[in-house]
């Protein structure tokens, strides 16, 4: 996948002389090239499922039920806006739902306080949001001391910051959802149009993002770290302070997806993330990215996560055996992997 | 028995992650697992030994090792405080030890064989896997020591003294009952309601939704239980459950959150539509955020076990075979009744059945 | 120390584990040279390089720039001293476009807000990219192109091109001819020469010894780690120069 952005003007410019090694003639046939397209292919299949719920229930296409897929998409997609970043550069983050619970169950503490000194609702939001960032960007810390210092793997250092986070959650928390938060439950489903607030600033935080990941030197970097960590450590980019970076974004993030379930339920619990580490890869998974790294698009992670979400609530409102949702997840994640496979081997310089 | 959905969902799920990453697979998630889930969890703790700790011999005072899945869920506080009582009553020396954060087989079992090796007059366990716990317990039975099971049972049972856990059946007509009181349930009137469930092979769960039904069936013939879904142990997708039935069933009348996760989820959302005291909202376990809830009103009702009194049951029952040799008045199975707690409890009764967390 | 060499190493040793890759080697290169560094595999040829562009840092010895004592912390300290490098082993980055590996680690910013915001001007550094490439006598068709999409020998150009179009002092080639065809590897040696018309000190690592013979100033022979002949070009023909390599004749 090509990150600069399509623009073909100035081709011409390039290279007027002669090609010395003609590229080789690749088999392009139809099958490939719109298979190759897979933002497209994304948009057919959310509008498809989009258009099959609503042939079951005609109430899926109501406002209220866009309102329903978006607060489910909003905690999700952050962790996965973390994700894109930690796989396209060559990493993986499996603490990301683990760190959204333990965030949300310090958040909750620290809230929980507040509350009950009667502080004002937006103060008592902003420290929770405050402390949420504070405890996922400590998580990223840490994942990212274990694979620069301790040298461990991604899978293998994240899978136990999943475990210690998870663990803590549970303990801190005394396995029950901390806070009662009412105030915060109505606060944040005041509405902008016919979206919540909360809709309004994951988009900008998306777009945000997207303009970062694929516009900007910390994106490029980004790239060139999973693309080829020797490149680009050749190339005299600080290979070490930019994986520290990206971990560190994502556990920011995640610690503000756990800001985001903690208005969605007026409580932190220790479970409120669990699991989402699955469906925040299986949105970047989707989406075309490589988990091998250097590839994948921002926009192809937030189409696999509006996705997931729809199939999620799709089933629950047609009333289907809501077990059916898993096997949905599986059979999107198997497309997506097969279609990775279809595209053009990717040859290692 | 009860639910502990979040360590449920922890290990099984990195399972499940290795799976996905290994081979894109399936999602097993936490449904395999067989029991299961409510807010609460495994957790914390430290301390091992809450009481007279020391093995058998000391002065000749008979020794119960008492062993559990998670120390610092407040259920099984709640359960320490009734056997420690009883223990106290008795004269008798407790030693309470279990993980203090995981509730799983894997971490159980060395626990128990620890305490077996300290040769204990009589074991108490309230085993995390019906299978994985038989062999300790065969094991202690072998070496003559009796054993009581607790809130959840080993698979034969034929051997065991004695299995004191709470009445999920029952729990669940509880639930019916509430929910329709709380709907004023008038014959000739139609009522829709949902359920929501941690996961379809939650044994606890199959039982509190059979003994819901059935006694809908036999009482309430105007209740249609229009659908079920799963949490997989996860508030927020209780919570997007919740959402979705309430746009699709926009007259729902009630709705029972079999577990811990679907009592959170379903009380976020009647809070932000403002649907509280429109929805009946029927819960299960006394975990102190639930009773918070009650007392705003969010919950109808909640469905509160006894784990106090099975702790206490299951040391008399052990002291009193010890003494005896006989098992003459001891039942082998004993299910408790739960108690119903409702906005308009009093006080004492809140007091009492709240599960404590310290 | 005005006769001091461009680019020195003294005294250079490295392990790694068990294997002495490199023991008290002495190497180094002035401006407008070309110097040969040859050897059979596994002699320590890529190791040296490695130590001179600031990948690896030597067990012990020293590097002198100008006279100057160095040390690299990094490659990002070799790159800004104006040394560049062809690795053996890639150097770029496949999923980026031919321009965005040109420009890797030294990107153009937006100018203005946009730049200090870290936004990158993408057009400016595709046409620029070309724009190298093209003077420095490599011409791949579309600098837009992903390197994933190139032949091997296309790729090997690219990272030719983007070392000639930055090295402001030295550069050092890990076998560049590698996975080019006749006439391509023709083209890179007349790039040597244009660079050290320019003054530039080159160091050229090839198992192609007529190119080593027909395009160096200076050979320096590694065997097990040690070198055992540095002499003109002219002192060596084609048997000697094996000779040397595989150890049938023995240093002089
Ligand atoms: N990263 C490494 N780790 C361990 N040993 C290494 C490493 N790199 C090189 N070596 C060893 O160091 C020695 C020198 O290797 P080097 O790559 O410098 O040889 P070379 O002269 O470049 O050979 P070739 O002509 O095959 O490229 C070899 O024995 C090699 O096995
Ligand atoms: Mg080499």
């Known amino acids: 996948m090509t990150m600069t952005p399509a623009s073909t003007e100035g081709q011409g410019r390039a290279a007027p002389a002669a090609d010395p090694n003609p590229p080789a003639t690749e088999p392009r046939d139809w099958a490939r090239s719109i298979l190759g397209n897979q933002q497209f292919l994304l948009l057919v299949a959310l509008g498809a499922l989009i258009l099959y719920f609503y042939s079951k229930r005609s109430v899926f296409l109501s406002s209220g039920e866009m309102a329903n897929i978006l607060d489910d998409f909003c905690s999700l997609i952050l962790l996965a806006v973390g994700e894109t970043f930690v796989i396209v550069s060559g990493g993986i983050d499996l603490s990301v739902g683990s760190t959204a619970s333990f965030a949300g169950v310090i958040g909750a503490f620290s809230m929980r306080g507040m509350v009950s000194h009667n502080d004002s609702e937006a103060l008592v939001l902003v420290v929770g949001t405050i402390v949420c960032a504070a405890v996922g960007a400590g998580v990223g810390l840490v994942n990212a001391a274990l694979i620069n210092w301790l040298r461990l793997v991604p899978f293998v250092a994240t899978l136990a910051t999943l475990g210690a986070g998870a663990g803590m959650a549970i303990v801190l928390s005394h396995g029950i959802p901390i806070g009662d938060d009412t105030r915060a439950i109505i606060f944040s489903q005041a509405k902008v149009g016919p979206f919540s607030w909360p809709v309004f600033i994951v988009i900008g935080i998306l777009v945000i993002s997207w303009l970062y990941l694929h516009l900007s030197r910390y994106g490029r970097y980004t790239f060139a770290l999973g693309s080829n960590e020797f490149a680009a450590r050749a190339a005299g980019i600080n290979v070490r302070r930019h994986l520290v970076s990206v971990y560190v974004l994502s556990g920011l993030l995640s610690g503000l997806g756990g800001m985001f379930l903690y208005l969605r339920l007026g409580s932190g619990a220790p479970t409120s993330g669990a699991g989402d580490e699955l469906r925040a890869i299986a949105a970047v998974v989707i989406g075309g990215a490589s988990l091998l790294g250097g590839s994948g698009r921002l926009s192809g992670t937030i189409l696999g996560g509006l996705i997931l979400t729809t199939v999620t609530s799709g089933l629950i409102i047609s009333n289907v055996n809501p077990n059916w949702d898993q096997v949905a997840v599986a059979v999107l994640i198997a497309l997506a992997a097969a279609l990775q496979a279809l595209r053009p081997g990717r040859r290692r310089a | 028995m009860r639910d502990r959905s979040s360590v449920c969902s922890i290990g099984a799920r990195r399972k499940a992650t290795l799976l996905v990453l290994a081979s894109a697979g399936v999602l097993a998630a936490c449904s395999s697992s067989s029991h299961s889930s409510s807010p609460s969890t495994a957790s914390s703790g430290g301390s091992t030994a809450t009481s007279a700790a020391g093995a058998s011999g000391s002065g000749g005072k008979l020794t119960i090792a008492f062993n559990m899945g998670a120390e610092a869920d407040p259920f099984f506080i709640a359960m320490n405080q009734g056997a420690e009582a009883e223990a106290k009553s008795l004269g008798v020396n407790l030693i309470w030890q279990g993980d203090p954060s995981q509730y799983s087989p894997a971490t159980q079992i060395p626990i128990v064989d620890q305490l077996l090796a300290e040769h204990p007059s009589a074991l108490i366990i309230s085993p995390t896997d019906p299978d994985a716990l038989q062999p300790a317990v065969n094991q202690a039975i072998a070496q003559g020591i009796p054993v009581v099971n607790v809130d959840t049972h080993v698979t034969d049972l034929s051997k065991v003294l004695s299995f004191i856990t709470g009445d999920n059946q029952q729990g669940g007509a509880a639930a019916a009952d509430a929910m329709a009181a709380a709907m004023h349930y008038t014959a000739g009137q139609t009522y829709q309601v949902v359920v929501g469930a941690s996961s379809a092979t939650t044994t606890t769960n199959t039982a509190r939704l059979a003994g819901f039904k059935a006694e809908i069936a036999a009482k309430y013939p105007g209740i249609k239980v229009m659908a079920e879904a799963y949490s997989q142990s996860q508030p927020a997708v209780a919570n997007t459950n919740v959402n979705n039935w309430l746009t699709e069933y926009p007259n729902l009348k009630g709705i029972f959150a079999i577990d811990g996760t679907n009592a959170s989820g379903a009380a976020a959302a009647l809070q932000a539509r403002n649907l509280v005291g429109k929805v009946a909202l029927v819960g299960y376990d006394a975990y102190s955020t639930n009773v918070a809830l009650l007392q705003k009103n969010v919950f109808a009702a909640l469905i509160a076990q006894n784990p106090t009194e099975e702790g206490k049951l299951a040391v008399q029952y052990a002291v009193q075979y010890l003494n005896t040799k006989s098992t003459s008045g001891i039942p082998h199975e004993q299910t408790l009744p739960n108690i119903v707690l409702t906005p308009n409890s009093s006080a004492a009764d809140l007091a009492q059945y709240t599960y404590p967390t310290a | ?252």
């Open chain 3, 1 to 252: 120390m005005a006769d001091a060499p461009l680019y020195e190493a003294v005294g250079i040793s490295k392990s790694y584990g068990h294997v002495t890759a490199l023991f008290d080697v002495n190497f180094s290169v002035n401006p407008g040279e070309i110097v040969g560094l040859v050897g059979d595999n596994g002699a320590g040829k890529s190791t040296l390089i490695k130590i001179l562009s600031g990948v690896h840092p030597p067990d012990r010895g020293k590097i002198r720039l100008d006279g100057v004592e160095r040390t690299w912390k990094s490659p990002h300290d070799a790159i800004e001293a104006g040394i560049e490098t062809l690795y053996q082993d890639s150097g770029l980055a496949p999923d980026l476009t031919i321009g965005s590996n040109v420009f890797l680690g030294r990107e153009k910013l937006k100018p203005g807000i946009l730049g200090r915001l870290g936004f990158l001007d993408q057009k400016a550094m595709e046409r620029q990219a070309a724009e190298e490439l093209k003077r420095v006598g490599i011409a791949v068709s579309g600098s837009r192109r992903t390197v994933s999409d190139l032949s091997g020998g296309q790729r090997q150009a690219v990272a030719i091109g983007r070392a000639i179009a930055w090295a402001r002092k030295v550069i050092m080639l890990d076998e560049p001819t590698n996975h080019l065809g006749a006439r391509q590897s023709i083209e890179v040696l007349s790039v040597m020469r244009s660079a050290k018309e320019q003054g530039l000190g080159v160091i050229f690592i090839s198992h192609t010894l007529p190119h080593v013979l027909e395009v160096t100033d200076r050979v320096v022979v590694l065997r097990l780690g040690r070198v055992v002949r540095d002499a003109a070009t002219s002192e060596f023909d084609a048997e000697s120069l094996l000779g040397t390599i595989t150890g049938l004749i023995e240093a002089s």
